[in-house]
């Protein structure tokens, strides 16, 4: 069974920064891609950032490209998602998910709040 377990969210002003992580199990984390999405109020979730398996390739939205980094350690089966210079608007609860291409294949974990103040 498939569990994602997204951490590091929180309460940071404008312009600061977060790490969020996600622990993977249940899975062969080293031969999937993988992304981070997030759903902000009333809004539908949406990619953020996408990784391939061995950690060379990524895409970003180009909402966060520039500013955010995505990375993974695939002897601890775990996703990074390196967040700097944020914005108001980065608010949402953060997800991680293999993806295929930009689609997600596993069920969603509870996310990881980010609140971004003004």
């Known amino acids: 069974q498939v569990q994602l377990v997204e951490s590091g969210g929180g309460l940071v002003q404008a312009g600061g920064s977060l790490r969020l992580s996600c622990a993977a199990s249940?899975?062969?984390?080293?031969?999937?891609?993988m992304g981070w999405f997030r759903q902000a109020p009333g809004k539908e979730r949406e990619l953020v950032a996408t990784?391939?398996?061995?950690?060379?390739?990524?895409y970003y939205a180009d909402s966060v490209k520039g500013r955010f980094t995505i990375s993974r350690d695939n002897a601890k089966n775990t996703l990074f998602l390196q967040m700097n210079s944020l914005k108001p608007e980065d608010t949402a609860v953060y997800y991680c998910?293999?993806?295929?291409?930009?689609?997600?294949?596993?069920?969603w974990g509870q996310g990881t709040q980010v609140t971004v103040s003004s």
């Open positions: 249940g899975l062969t984390f080293s031969v999937l891609y």
């Open positions: 990784i391939s398996s061995g950690g060379g390739s990524t």
């Open positions: 998910n293999p993806v295929a291409g930009r689609r997600p294949l596993s069920n």
